[in-house]
């Protein structure tokens, strides 16, 4: 259906044309002043304002699988572990992974996934001397050494022959180049010493000589084991300014 023109008085366009040029006068004040601090927008089906909804924060990431408990016993200050996590309690192969931690995003994985070996008889929270089993726990990385040159590790690192291994493992390999490079693991040891230091804080009983090392081909009598080009990767990650821990265990016992 058409509707019919007509004309629209003069007065009645300029009345209009003064209202939308904004001569209507203030903007009424029927509507609550916001609350200090909140940003509003205009509601479309009300024409009042809203609150606009908070922002959310990140949270930041923490390592997976790695429990409470565990988390706990890294220092407030530490930026860069190493985890190694065991097959079972009982397994002497792992996995490790490198993580740096980020001040906003939290943990984050700077390595590919590392095969690892540890000792024969797989994990223990109470290291004995002979017991072939290493160590559970979060632990200092301060100090590298071995056979051969320093590949290029900001930690302090001791070249010398006591270094030197040789014999046979536990399934017939030889032992032969597994200490060209290590890093101490600072379980019952005197950090800022060279990984040739056998004092023992704990006492003899409590073992020692933990390391991480040159992989030989079978389980260790405690020590974690990488191949070698990733233990010379390991060594040029390592810095002291982010206080490196190695965070060790099998998945039970670091989930806790």
């Not at 930041?60 to 220092?75: L, M, S």
């Not at 984050?108 to 290291?127: C, F, I, K, M, Q």
């Not at 191949?227 to 998945?251: F, H, I, T, W």
């Amino acid at each position: 259906m058409f509707l019919r023109s007509r004309t629209v008085p003069a007065a009645a366009l300029l009345c209009a044309g003064a209202f939308l040029a904004g001569c209507a006068g203030p903007e009424p004040q029927d509507r609550a002043p916001a609350a200090p601090g909140t940003t509003t927008h205009g509601d479309a089906k009300t024409g009042t304002d809203a609150p606009l909804p908070e922002p959310q924060l990140a949270r930041a990431k923490e390592i997976p699988a790695v429990g409470p408990g565990t988390r706990a016993e890294i220092p407030a200050g530490t930026r860069q572990a190493l985890v190694v996590r065991g097959d079972a309690a009982d397994a002497n192969r792992a996995t490790a992974v490198l993580y740096e931690r980020d001040p906003r995003r939290g943990w984050e994985p700077v390595s590919a996934p590392w095969p690892a070996r540890n000792a024969l008889h797989g994990w223990t929270h109470d290291h004995r001397e002979g017991d072939l089993r290493s160590p559970v726990g979060v632990f200092g990385l301060t100090d590298a050494g071995g056979r051969l040159p320093d590949p290029g590790t900001r930690l302090p690192y001791d070249r010398g022959p006591g270094f030197k291994l040789s014999g046979t493992g536990f399934e017939g390999e030889s032992l032969a180049g597994s200490f060209d490079h290590v890093v101490a693991v600072n379980y019952n040891r005197r950090p800022g010493t060279t990984p040739l230091d056998w004092t023992r804080p704990l006492g003899a009983g409590k073992g020692g000589g933990i390391w991480i090392h040159v992989d030989h081909g079978g389980p260790t009598q405690g020590c974690i084991s990488l191949p070698r080009d990733r233990m010379k990767e390991l060594l040029r990650r390592l810095d002291p300014a982010l206080e490196p821990v190695v965070v060790m265990g099998d998945s039970a016992a670091l989930g806790r």
